[in-house]
């Protein structure tokens, strides 16, 4: 392995062993069908888009009740939005926060494209508003949000990915779509680029004593610092964040984008894998009332707030199950570290500090090379400017190992403690640990989940075009 290094590389291969990153496809894990919610049908397929065929590149998910479902999202803030984030938006305010279906490719991204991948976002749209007849939403109404994940700067092959849409009608023999376990799992592969597992959860949850059902998919393993928002008035990058959510809850359109915003703030804008954000970072919830007795039985905030909030915190718990999958699938990551930031003033100010820890390469690379630099951590908060200015008298760092053992102090009141080296080797040296920053300012926390850099997130980086 050294003798294959560059020369820069090859001065620290004695001091720092090379390794790969750990088996990940125990993350991936196989569900029973009745977790799923009703009133869905997906499937995914390979369409064109990747050049290998045994890879699935196009994901479609239906919506099958009457009543289209109630739809919201976050998208990315960059300013190079692509088109489908542009075409989405358009969406969710033509429908009035509805929506009957989700499209997705992999493989090109179809950011900074013009005008021409514009077009070809709202021709995705229309080719799956026509796998559904709309009964009641009026024909000139679109009904599909519409994602895309790849190489930033190629147009879509898009006859390919609207041959494969057209395949999927309802009169089709070559359609795949379906309900059950088999079905989701083809469409989480088809949201996937450099992804090592396809990332599927479901669960069942209960709001005032009636029971529903979510189940969710996302992708993501590079350019992965989210900073998603509520739908906005209206160099070769890859990768991104996506992230689909479906629930048969009856929820408002304006109670589910109201959840959805409080979610992502704490799941998704929350995860550093290298500290750069997509123009392409899309987070989708459809809530289409399935499992309700009545369709105007819909959850919502100004209604029933106990109701409203017991659906949002499940919500959030669930997006963060979503979220910590894309850091564990981090491009060549080894170790899965929990930043944890407490004694704030504000949430905000321990959002800022723990999104500065994560995204500190000095950071990330002492843990790659499991070295407990602790100093690193201090000098990465210090950095943040706060509403409140820190006191460094008042502030204390820790390692959490996470097997229940006893947490190793480093800093405690701005003083420096003897650190067993050994001890904080084995801390750091684990797949799986937490550091925790105590600013003795107020009693607001936040965390964060980010992973080491590796020599072979270079490398995945350095050719991904080739």
């Known amino acids: ?70 739809a919201a999202a976050c998208f990315t803030r960059n300013a190079f939005k ?80 609207i041959s494969g849409i057209q395949s999927q009608a309802q009169s089709s023999e070559s359609s795949t779509l379906g309900t059950g376990f088999a079905a989701w799992e083809r469409a989480a592969r088809a949201f996937m680029t450099t992804d090592t597992f396809p990332k599927l959860r479901a669960r069942i949850f209960t709001v005032g004593g009636r029971e529903y059902r979510i189940a969710g998919m996302d992708k993501g393993a590079g350019m992965i610092h989210p900073d998603m928002g509520a739908p906005a008035p209206s160099g070769q990058l890859h990768a991104t964040l996506l992230g689909c959510i479906l629930t048969d809850a009856p929820v408002s359109p304006r109670s589910l984008q109201s959840a959805l915003t409080y979610a992502v703030d704490r799941s998704f804008n929350c995860i550093s894998v290298d500290g ?68 704030a003033t504000s949430y905000a100010d321990a959002h800022k500090i723990a999104s500065r820890i994560s995204t500190s390469a000095l950071v990330k690379t002492a843990l790659y090379g499991e070295d407990a630099n602790w100093g690193r951590i201090l000098a990465a908060t210090g950095s943040v400017p706060l509403s ?23 800093l405690v009141n701005g003083e420096p403690e003897k650190v067993d080296e050994v001890r904080a080797k084995e801390i750091v040296s684990a797949e799986d640990l937490e550091i925790r920053v105590e600013l003795g300012l107020g009693t607001q926390s936040a965390k964060y989940w980010t992973c080491d850099f590796s020599y072979e997130y270079v490398r995945i980086n350095g050719d991904y075009r080739t």
């Not at 926060?97 to 991948?117: D, F, I, L, P, W």
């Not at 392409?280 to 809530?287: E, G, R, S």
């Not at 502030?395 to 190793?408: E, H, K, N, W």
């Open 1 to 70: 392995m050294a003798a294959r290094l560059p020369p820069v590389w090859k001065r620290f291969s004695s001091t720092i062993t090379t390794r790969p990153a750990p088996p990940k496809g125990h993350h991936h894990v196989s569900l029973p069908d009745h977790v799923f919610p009703k009133g869905y049908s997906l499937t995914g397929l390979h369409c064109g888009v990747k050049k290998k065929p045994e890879l699935l590149d196009l994901a479609v998910i239906l919506s099958t009740t009457e009543r289209p479902a109630s």
């Open 82 to 161: 692509a088109a489908p984030v542009m075409i989405s938006q358009e969406v969710l305010q033509l429908s009035d926060g509805r929506a009957r279906a989700v499209v997705v490719n992999s493989g090109c991204a179809n950011a900074v494209t013009g005008k021409q991948g514009m077009e070809d976002a709202w021709a995705m749209v229309r080719a799956t508003d026509g796998l559904l007849a709309r009964k009641d939403d009026g024909a000139d109404t679109p009904g599909t949000l519409v994602m895309s994940t790849g190489v930033i700067g190629q147009n879509l092959p898009i006859s390919k990915i």
């Open 276 to 343: 750069d954000m997509s123009t392409n970072d899309t987070i989708l919830v459809l809530a289409n009332g399935a499992a309700a007795e009545s369709p105007e039985e819909e959850i919502d905030e100004g209604r029933d707030a106990a109701a409203y909030e017991a659906f949002r915190d499940e919500l959030t718990a669930f997006a963060a199950e979503l979220a910590q999958l894309v850091v564990r699938d981090g491009e060549g990551a080894t170790k899965f570290v929990t930043v944890s930031v407490e004694g």
């Open 388 to 410: 409140t200015p820190l006191d460094p008298t008042r502030v204390s760092v820790s390692f959490v190992p996470r097997d229940g053992s006893a947490p190793l102090p480093l």
